[in-house]
């Protein structure tokens, strides 16, 4: 009796404990995360013990103030954080650490004594080439970069003049490649960057700042192959569908610079590259073809691929002449270049994945990381993030076949399966928690997906993934203020547009039906910036102008918690 007494008062003190508490934490927004966490529990589940609604009410307008904004700033938000992880100048800034005279670079100190040249190539250099005058300036004696068309007036315009280097400085800055596109502009670069590299010696020290982009930008075709040749071939391969790995390959084999013919130039000078990684795995061999990395050419390999994308009948002879004549002998490299090179990877996909986490968690989701190497044909992986979306909407568990599904669909999207089996499981967790509402989730995922070309549309794969990702959320009943997605290149250029890729939602279908917009029509073609264009005066187009970094693409998929503002 007496212990009985004693529980029933225990359980009045509990009660009333935890009145307060909840109390606490509807009235103090601060120390409310603080709160939350003493006490162990989710806003979720202090709310499912209170269900009325004027208490439901009450907490909505104590919510934070990122709560207020909508879930469509909320994933362009996130994105950005992505991308401002990946600054150029920040990533030379983490890793090189100047001290007197001397340098240190991933885990080697070099000295410094007015023998520092500089070249590189890519997308992101400009502002990589920008901190490390700022760093090195007097030590450096000369330069020169190679950078897409058009980004120093970019730069200037968008107020990031602190990406450019000096004007009258030591470096020299190229611009060339538009579109993306190997041209005479990039050769002379290119041309420019090997005679800086052949006049160097024992003494020197050469930096190499490498980005994605890169291949375009340094052009060297193998005599008597062209430059337009060259570009034909890779043109084509990229049309069919090839991945970066199969088309720098191919691009190695037909180049003087690529696979290492760069830090050839340079021997005997100390080659230290800097490498800010666009490929899948940070591969330093494929990285802008790596120039400062000796491979080996296969000719049975090149020939391989160009016969898996049917491309062997009409390749020039020159082409052909030349990854014939690249016999593996010829291939041996007999001076000693690699103890004198240095790579170092110094950003990645996985640095932006890390920081958008960051974001989404201050933002009050959830951060769930599904892998920084999702690749495969836009199709597949807008299928796997459609059959995600289950596991974090359905009002019941998903049958044991959707999971089957997904798992099936891991090596067609390059997901390894314990990725996959984990990402489901904390989705599961999150639905539950929410008790048959949704929780605040945020799934990332980083990589390059392909686009197998079939018309002649305009668009790019992070517009034509986020086209099919709405399309797959068509047959799903998600809630009004559901899911959104946002797929974009890091690089602020998605395909030949100026966009960088776009945000759907779950209404995006019946948006575009009442403008009279089929979706189907439009990616038959390839077709998804003139879509997205259309589709509500472009509202859903990511546009944030050229970036100056390049970290391959950032995929958001936002699920709100069942109290969040509708979008
Ligand atoms: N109309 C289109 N619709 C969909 N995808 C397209 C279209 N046109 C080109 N693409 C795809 O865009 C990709 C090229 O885009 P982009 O110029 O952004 O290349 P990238 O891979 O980011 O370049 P980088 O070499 O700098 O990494 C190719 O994969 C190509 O298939
Ligand atoms: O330049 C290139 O080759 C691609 O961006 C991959 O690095």
Same mark, same amino acid.
């Given at each position: 009796?007496?212990?009985?007494?004693?529980?029933?008062?225990?359980?009045?003190?509990?009660?009333?404990?935890?009145?307060?508490?909840?109390?606490?934490?509807?009235?103090?927004?601060?120390?409310?995360?603080?709160?939350?966490?003493?006490?162990?529990?989710?806003?979720?589940?202090?709310?499912? #013990?209170?269900?009325?609604?004027?208490?439901?009410?009450? =907490? *909505?307008?104590?919510?934070?103030?990122?709560?207020?904004?909508?879930?469509?700033?909320?994933?362009?938000?996130?994105?950005?954080?992505?991308?401002?992880?990946?600054?150029?100048?920040?990533?030379?800034?983490?890793s090189v650490e100047?001290?007197?005279d001397s340098v240190a670079i991933g885990g080697r100190r070099f000295t410094l004594k @007015?023998n520092l040249h500089l070249v590189g190539?890519?997308?992101?250099?400009?502002? &990589?080439?920008?901190?490390v005058?700022?760093?090195m300036?007097?030590h450096?004696v000369?330069?020169?970069?190679?950078?897409?068309?058009?980004?120093?007036?970019?730069?200037?315009?968008?107020?990031?003049?602190?990406?450019?280097?000096?004007?009258?400085?030591?470096?020299?800055?190229?611009?060339?490649?538009?579109?993306? #596109?190997?041209?005479?502009?990039?050769?002379?670069?290119?041309?420019?960057i090997k005679?800086l590299a052949k006049r160097l010696t024992e003494k020197d020290l050469l930096l190499v700042l490498i980005?994605?982009?890169?291949?375009?930008?340094?052009?060297?075709?193998?005599?008597?192959? *062209?430059? +337009?040749?060259?570009?034909?071939?890779?043109?084509?391969?990229?049309?069919?569908?090839?991945?970066? +790995?199969?088309?720098?390959?191919?691009?190695r084999?037909?180049s003087v610079l690529k696979g290492g013919g760069l830090a050839k130039y340079a021997h005997p000078a100390q080659v230290v590259a800097l490498i #800010?990684s666009? =490929?899948?795995?940070d591969p330093l061999d494929l990285i802008a073809s790596g120039p400062t990395v000796r491979s080996e050419v296969?000719?049975?390999?090149?020939?391989?691929?160009?016969?898996?994308?049917? #491309?062997? @009948?009409?390749?020039?002879?020159?082409?052909?002449?030349?990854?014939?004549?690249?016999?593996r002998k010829d291939n041996v490299d007999e001076s000693d270049t690699a103890g004198h090179v240095q790579n170092v990877v110094i950003?990645?996909?996985?640095?932006?994945?890390?920081?958008?986490?960051?974001?989404?968690?201050?933002?009050?989701?959830?951060?769930?990381?599904?892998?920084?190497?999702?690749?495969?044909?836009?199709?597949?992986?807008?299928?796997?993030?459609?059959?995600?979306?289950?596991?974090?909407?359905?009002?019941?568990?998903?049958?044991?076949?959707?999971?089957?599904?997904?798992?099936?669909?891991?090596?067609?999207?390059?997901?390894? *399966?314990?990725?996959?089996?984990?990402? &489901?499981?904390?989705?599961?967790?999150?639905?539950?928690?929410?008790?048959?509402?949704?929780?605040?989730?945020?799934?990332?995922?980083?990589?390059?997906?392909?686009?197998?070309?079939?018309?002649?549309?305009?668009?790019?794969?992070?517009?034509?993934?986020?086209?099919?990702?709405?399309?797959?959320?068509?047959?799903?009943?998600?809630?009004?203020?559901?899911?959104?997605?946002?797929?974009?290149?890091?690089?602020?250029?998605?395909?030949?547009?100026?966009?960088?890729?776009? =945000?759907?939602?779950?209404?995006?279908?019946?948006?575009?039906?009442?403008?009279?917009?089929?979706?189907?029509?439009?990616?038959?073609?390839?077709?998804?910036?003139?879509?997205?264009?259309?589709?509500?005066?472009?509202? @859903?187009?990511?546009?944030?102008?050229?970036?100056?970094?390049?970290?391959?693409?950032? @995929?958001?998929?936002?699920?709100?918690?069942?109290?969040?503002?509708?979008?």
């Amino acid at each position: 009796m007496y212990f009985t007494c004693a529980n029933v008062s225990l359980k009045r003190l509990l009660f009333v404990c935890n009145m307060i508490l909840f109390l606490l934490i509807l009235i103090f927004p601060p120390p409310r995360r603080l709160l939350l966490r003493l006490s162990g529990l989710s806003m979720a589940r202090v709310l499912s #013990l209170f269900r009325p609604q004027p208490v439901l009410a009450l =907490v *909505s307008r104590y919510k934070p103030a990122s709560c207020n904004m909508s879930m469509d700033s909320r994933v362009r938000e996130v994105f950005a954080a992505a991308v401002e992880a990946v600054q150029p100048d920040a990533v030379v800034r983490q890793s090189v650490e100047r001290k007197d005279d001397s340098v240190a670079i991933g885990g080697r100190r070099f000295t410094l004594k @007015h023998n520092l040249h500089l070249v590189g190539f890519g997308k992101a250099v400009l502002g &990589m080439a920008a901190e490390v005058e700022r760093m090195m300036g007097d030590h450096l004696v000369d330069g020169v970069i190679s950078v897409p068309h058009g980004i120093q007036q970019t730069m200037r315009q968008h107020g990031k003049s602190h990406l450019l280097p000096k004007e009258n400085g030591q470096i020299e800055v190229m611009e060339g490649a538009k579109h993306n #596109l190997p041209d005479e502009d990039a050769l002379r670069a290119a041309e420019k960057i090997k005679q800086l590299a052949k006049r160097l010696t024992e003494k020197d020290l050469l930096l190499v700042l490498i980005s994605g982009g890169g291949s375009a930008l340094l052009p060297a075709p193998l005599p008597p192959v *062209s430059l +337009q040749e060259k570009l034909d071939v890779t043109r084509r391969l990229a049309a069919a569908g090839a991945t970066i +790995q199969e088309l720098n390959t191919v691009r190695r084999a037909l180049s003087v610079l690529k696979g290492g013919g760069l830090a050839k130039y340079a021997h005997p000078a100390q080659v230290v590259a800097l490498i #800010l990684s666009d =490929v899948i795995g940070d591969p330093l061999d494929l990285i802008a073809s790596g120039p400062t990395v000796r491979s080996e050419v296969w000719p049975e390999e090149i020939l391989s691929i160009l016969e898996r994308y049917k #491309l062997l @009948h009409c390749i020039p002879t020159s082409v052909k002449d030349v990854i014939q004549r690249q016999s593996r002998k010829d291939n041996v490299d007999e001076s000693d270049t690699a103890g004198h090179v240095q790579n170092v990877v110094i950003g990645s996909n996985s640095t932006a994945l890390e920081r958008a986490r960051l974001r989404a968690r201050e933002l009050g989701f959830h951060p769930v990381v599904l892998s920084p190497g999702v690749c495969g044909d836009v199709r597949s992986v807008s299928k796997l993030y459609g059959l995600l979306t289950l596991f974090a909407c359905s009002p019941e568990e998903p049958p044991a076949e959707v999971a089957a599904e997904v798992l099936a669909l891991g090596p067609e999207v390059g997901v390894a *399966s314990w990725d996959l089996c984990r990402t &489901m499981r904390e989705l599961g967790e999150r639905r539950r928690a929410a008790a048959g509402g949704l929780a605040a989730t945020c799934l990332l995922a980083g990589g390059e997906p392909t686009v197998e070309l079939t018309g002649k549309g305009r668009g790019g794969r992070n517009q034509e993934l986020a086209l099919r990702v709405g399309l797959e959320w068509r047959g799903l009943e998600l809630p009004p203020n559901g899911p959104i997605f946002l797929s974009g290149g890091t690089d602020g250029q998605d395909g030949p547009t100026e966009a960088a890729g776009a =945000v759907t939602d779950a209404g995006l279908y019946a948006e575009a039906q009442a403008q009279g917009l089929d979706i189907e029509k439009f990616l038959i073609n390839n077709d998804s910036y003139t879509f997205f264009s259309s589709l509500s005066s472009g509202k @859903h187009l990511l546009v944030p102008g050229l970036t100056c970094t390049n970290v391959m693409d950032v @995929h958001v998929l936002l699920f709100p918690s069942t109290f969040s503002n509708k979008g």
